[in-house]
């Protein structure tokens, strides 16, 4: 343990989740260990979306530590993917009646539900 502080500046980088799609804000700055400090914390902002994707990576890349070598100079971050493909499926009436509305399911077979049309 250093008596003195130590600094290192941190920066992401893209990987497979990138700024330009809108992944992530990219972040950068200096972090600052006190004598005793053991660990700091890196705030990346991830943004959500609705695409059901895989899980994508980006990198934060230490250098310029004062006070300290720098033993593994990037780590690498996951974004779970948390969305769910949709499903999708059509049900097509039987012949003879209107295109359109909705089914109801009752004891594992559907019935075809159907509007009127109107006046």
Do not use: C, H, W
């Not at 972090?31 to 899980?55: C, H, M, W, Y």
Request: glycine share 10%; aromatic share 6%; no cysteine.
């Amino acid at each position: 343990m250093s008596d003195t502080p130590i600094s290192v500046n941190f920066t992401t980088a893209d990987g497979t989740a990138t700024v330009a799609d809108g992944d992530y804000a990219a972040t950068s700055g200096t972090l600052t260990f006190s004598p005793g400090d053991r660990s700091k914390q890196v705030a990346v902002s991830i943004n959500g979306d609705l695409q059901a994707e895989a899980d994508e990576t980006l990198f934060v890349n230490l250098s310029g530590a004062t006070n300290a070598t720098i033993a593994k100079g990037q780590g690498i971050l996951t974004i779970r993917n948390d969305d769910i493909a949709p499903i999708v499926t059509q049900i097509t009436p039987p012949r003879g009646l209107p295109q359109g509305g909705s089914a109801s399911r009752s004891g594992g077979r559907v019935f075809p539900m159907f509007r009127a049309p109107r006046a």
